[in-house]
């Protein structure tokens, strides 16, 4: 089993920047790909990132490329998505999830999520 729980959202203005923590944990987490996803009101969730447990090599939607950044501290059983120049169409709830499918963006091969942590972009 894996757990995941997400933190660091928040109310930002347009320009601006915040850094989203998952804390990814159980015995086999290591083996996992860590998924960040986003849910606006009204739309699909949406993946968003992702982080390969085989050799961190990172993925990311063309929405987000250039402006987050997606690491991992194993050691600390950590995921960050560093969030960069956002825009208020970034506004949604953010989710951390966790895939034995190495890669992967699709949200059905991911087995086990959080609860989600609410990022809103306005001035």
């Known amino acids: 089993q894996v757990q995941v729980a997400e933190s660091g959202g928040g109310l930002v203005q347009p320009g601006g920047s915040l850094r989203l923590s998952c804390l990814a944990t159980g015995s086999t987490v290591d083996y996992y790909t860590i998924g960040w996803f986003r849910q606006a009101t009204g739309k699909e969730r949406e993946w968003v990132s992702c982080?390969?447990?085989?050799?961190?090599?990172?993925y990311y939607s063309d929405s987000v490329k250039g402006r987050f950044t997606i690491s991992r501290d194993n050691a600390n059983s950590l995921v960050f998505l560093q969030m960069n120049n956002l825009k208020p169409e970034d506004t949604a709830t953010y989710y951390c999830?966790?895939?034995?499918?190495?890669?992967?963006?699709?949200?059905?091969?991911?087995?086990?999520w959080g609860q989600g942590t609410r990022v809103d972009v306005s001035s």
């Open positions: 982080i390969s447990s085989a050799d961190g090599a990172t």
């Open positions: 999830a966790a895939s034995i499918i190495d890669g992967t963006m699709r949200s059905d091969d991911y087995d086990f």
